[in-house]
């Protein structure tokens, strides 16, 4: 598998290792061993998978109280998928990265801790897959607004589809983030 370091400190994207052959393919989504050597150093106990309409956007979200690190991929489809660190203590605080994950490509991305996590999807029915250090926490769960102006990610649509606690997220200046 191909590890590359994002600009973002302990993000890391990866591509596994894809074994073709007459009858289809197999890759390993997940190795403990592996991926910790690739820099994605904690347990994982828990696995979600969604799937969204064209131009669904997710997030940005993250839990204060139970910080997740993520482990990112799509089956189905494509997604432009975005970090952004919003950990003060960071050299690159207040970054953000995108990268488009998708069946095709099999790309993974891993979100650190600490981090707020969304996602657009580029196609019809897009599914993903994600893995997360820790398990969910609906009072601890906060959401930043996917268009705040100070982080200014570059999205690739103008108008998405949204949840209604999705377009209520707050700015990025008002947001309670971690030391
Ligand atoms: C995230 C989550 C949601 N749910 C429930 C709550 C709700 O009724 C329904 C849909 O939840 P949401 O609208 O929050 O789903 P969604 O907008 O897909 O939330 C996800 O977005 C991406 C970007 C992330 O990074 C994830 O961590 C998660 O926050 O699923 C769980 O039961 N467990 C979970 O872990």
Known sequence: ???????????????????QDDRGFFLETYNANRYREAGVPLTFVQDNHSC???HTLRGLHYQIDRPQGKLVWAIRGEILDVAVDIRRSSPTFGQWYSVILSSENRRQLYVP??????????SEGTEIIYKCTDVYSPAGERTIAWNDPTLAIEWPVETPLLSPKDSEGVLFADAELFD
Do not use: D, Y
């Open 113 to 122: 801790p600490g981090f707020a996590h969304g996602f657009c999807a580029l």
């Open 1 to 19: 598998m191909i590890v590359t370091p994002t600009k973002l400190e302990s993000c890391v994207l990866i591509e596994p290792r894809v074994f």
């Open 52 to 54: 969204s309409k064209l």
